[in-house]
């Protein structure tokens, strides 16, 4: 995987987090993630499972889509992989790699796994990381290591010095902000 080359601020028009540790609150949804959204909650169950319903599916949308530059890293293209998913049966318990690509990191799907991961990241838990170069390094630095389990799904990893149990807080955090502490490179639980 290689680094991405656009840089953000963290400053995205895509909402905020509440000063109270609840939800993240995205700004509107466009309509292309409600089709998204809809299409992945159908083809993507249980093992497979990338978003826990349609408010994490279209917060993270939100973000992603208001970051993305082009090319293929686009909500099209990661629909594209969730109807790919649909007629593999992403449904089943074993690994359907279709929804990966077209989950919140795309795996290099449709873009890159670290520049998903910091547009999330730094969107939603704005403390985590410095800025998106920060993560960025932090993010390159954890994909090296050897023998990560699995890729992010909806139940995890929940621990472990790995990228995919970062990715699991930073998603968990949409609806409970306590969950950004997890989601640094020094993490009380991924570790």
Not at 120 to 146: G, K, V
Not at 151 to 174: D, F, Q, V, W
């Amino acid at each position: 995987m290689t680094s991405g080359s656009r840089q953000g601020s963290g400053s995205l028009d895509a909402g905020g987090p509440k000063g109270d540790g609840g939800a993240y609150e995205a700004g509107p949804a466009p309509a292309s993630c409600a089709s998204y959204c809809s299409t992945m909650l159908t083809a993507c169950k249980m093992a497979n499972a990338q978003y826990t319903g349609d408010p994490q599916c279209e917060a993270a949308c939100t973000i992603l889509s208001n970051a993305m530059l082009g090319g293929m890293d686009t909500v099209a293209c990661r629909a594209t992989h969730a109807t790919a998913a649909t007629m593999m049966g992403g449904f089943g318990t074993g690994p359907v790699p279709a929804c990966w690509q077209a989950g919140p990191f795309s795996y290099g799907g449709c873009g890159d796994e670290c520049e998903a991961f910091c547009t999330l990241a730094t969107h939603i838990c704005p403390s985590a990381y410095a800025n998106m170069a920060a993560c960025q390094l932090a993010c390159e630095f954890y994909i090296t290591i050897p023998a990560d389990p699995s890729a992010y799904t909806t139940k995890g990893p929940t621990s472990g010095n790995y990228l995919a149990c970062r990715e699991y807080y930073t998603m968990a955090a949409i609806a409970d902000q306590s969950n950004c502490p997890n989601v640094a490179k020094v993490s009380p639980t991924c570790m």
